[in-house]
Structures are given as C-alpha cells and as structure tokens.
C-alpha cells in the first residue's frame, strides 16, 4: 500500500533510468513511497500527469544506479505499480544489437523473449498456490502497436518485433556466447525485462519493451567491444529520443481498450481456495481477488 493511502494513483506505469524521470510537460509531480508484501521496490515511484494521463515512474535500478540486474526486487516493483492502479506498463531498457540490421541509437520493439537468467524468483505463485499463466505472446500487442505509431511519428528508426534474450549479467557476454546467441536469430540482448514482463503478466498487467540499441555486444567484427563509456554515450542520445516516444504515446496507450493480458488469471490458478494458506492468500490478494474473492491485498 502506498505510504499516501489511496489517493496515489497511476493508469500507465513507466519502469526505466533516472534519466526518464523529468519528461517534459509532466505536472503534479510527487514522490510515494510504496509498501508491499515483497519487499521494498527499487525506488521510490514518481507520479504525475502527462497531457492529463497519470503516469507512475519507477527507477529499475534505484536513483543513482545502485542495484544490479540480479539483485532488483521485480516482484516488488510489479506489484507496487498494481497497487497503485496502473494497468498498462511500459520498459524502457538499454539493450546489445545482436544483428547488423540494427544500428546503435535505434528502437526495437520485441514481442519475444527468451530468459536466459539464473538467479531471480520468476513467480509469485509459490508456497502453496499455484498458477500456470499463458506466455506464447509476452508483449501486448495492442500497446506495442501504439508504441510503433509513437516511434514512427517523432522519427526514430524502429524496429517492429523481434527477440530480447535476457542473460543474468552484470557481467557482458563472452564472445563465444555472443556468437551462439546469434546462430538462434535473437534480435537484441539485455539484462534487466526477465522475470518483469513474466511478474506482469501474472499481475494482469499490458507489459510492452522499448529497447534502446547501444552496442553492438562483441559479437561485431568491425566494432570495439561493449563498454559501459560507449553504452552511455549513446544512451544519453537515446534518453532523449524516449522521452519524446512517450510523451508521443501517452495519449493511445491511455486508450488502450481492456485486452487479454487483465484477464490472465482467469483460469490460470490451480490450487483448489480451500487448500491456500489463509496468509499466503491475503498477502496475494491484490493479484487475485478477481478471480479468488476475499481481501484485495496486504501491507
């Protein structure tokens, strides 16, 4: 529950770099501190209106770049932007191109993904409930869609569809992995949409990747390896362009009608409600209550 009560609420929720937070014509900004059953997010979630739509931005890595990929509490980010009323979410992550097609600065837009990551909880359905959620398509396509018309309207290179393979990091990739991962056709390589995009799923929340190109990984025969000097400069450029993207988008991702991905759970649980542990179905309310009635959700 947000420290404010109910009266912080979003429609869109935006999980990106510090370097989003001060999108311009943004108004009524504040900051909340958000409590939840998992933990503490990342960071607190600066709210505020766009072109008159709440939006809710959550700094995936904490301000100042202080968490890992490995170590961002994803449940707690997820859940918190639900808590708040958000519905629709929006990644904006730095990414490698793992094709020669796709140029550092350019926007891909994936709707596969393949997790490559090791370490993280996937899920949080676990110690007595069990859900199995339908992940074929894991992006919206109807938020990607108005993603695409967004990136084409202020004139970015962008690329439609396409593979993100999400790796456990922080370290960059071998060379020899890199090469593998392009004899499998991936589009870009990251470390950050995997098991968020799983969590929103499992949240009923539209989840949707902008991914900035910055690099090349290592894989390039002509180009110097991955550095994190090259990933930045190229990223600062990128911020920019972004910034424009969803301010550009705000309006018809607000529009976005209800679709498939706010009905997941509906016959995704298994566990029978007389078997849930009382407190593991109070602390899951929130996620569950439209499909499994009782209390909406826990501190």
């Avoid at 490559?116 to 859900?131: M, N, Q």
Wanted: charged share 25%; hydrophobic share 40%.
């Amino acid at each position: 529950m947000a420290q404010q009560g109910h009266v912080a609420r979003a429609d869109i929720g935006i999980i990106g770099g510090s370097g989003l937070y001060d999108i311009e014509g943004l108004r009524k900004v504040k900051e909340c501190s958000v409590r939840t059953p998992f933990g503490a997010p990342s960071d607190k979630v600066r709210l505020g209106e766009l072109d008159g739509i709440r939006i809710a931005f959550l700094s995936r890595h904490g301000r100042g770049h202080r968490i890992n990929p490995s170590e961002i509490n994803y449940r707690a980010n997820i859940y918190a932007l639900k808590s708040l009323g958000v519905r629709r979410v929006i990644s904006v992550s730095a990414v490698g191109s793992m094709k020669e097609s796709i140029k550092p600065g350019d926007v891909v837009l994936p709707d596969q993904f393949i997790d490559l990551t090791k370490r993280r909880v996937s899920t949080f359905f676990e110690g007595g409930i069990v859900a199995h959620v339908a992940f074929g398509d894991p992006v919206c396509a109807s938020l990607g869609t108005t993603l695409l018309d967004a990136a084409r309207t202020v004139g970015a290179t962008v690329h439609q569809g396409g593979v993100y393979l999400c790796i456990e990091g922080p370290q960059f990739s071998t060379k020899g992995e890199s090469r593998l991962y392009r004899q499998w056709g991936v589009s870009v390589i990251g470390m950050t949409n995997l098991p968020e995009a799983k969590l929103a799923r499992e949240a009923e929340l539209c989840y949707a990747t902008v991914a900035l190109a910055t690099d090349y990984d290592c894989w390039h025969e002509t180009e110097e390896a991955v550095t994190v000097e090259a990933i930045l400069t190229t990223l600062r450029q990128n911020v920019v362009l972004a910034k424009q993207l969803l301010r550009t988008a705000m309006r018809a991702v607000a529009d976005v009608e209800v679709c498939s991905c706010h009905r997941a759970l509906q016959d995704a649980i298994i566990t029978a409600p007389d078997r849930m542990p009382a407190l593991l179905r109070r602390k899951l309310g929130l996620l569950i209550h439209r499909v499994i009635p009782g209390k909406k959700g826990a501190r």
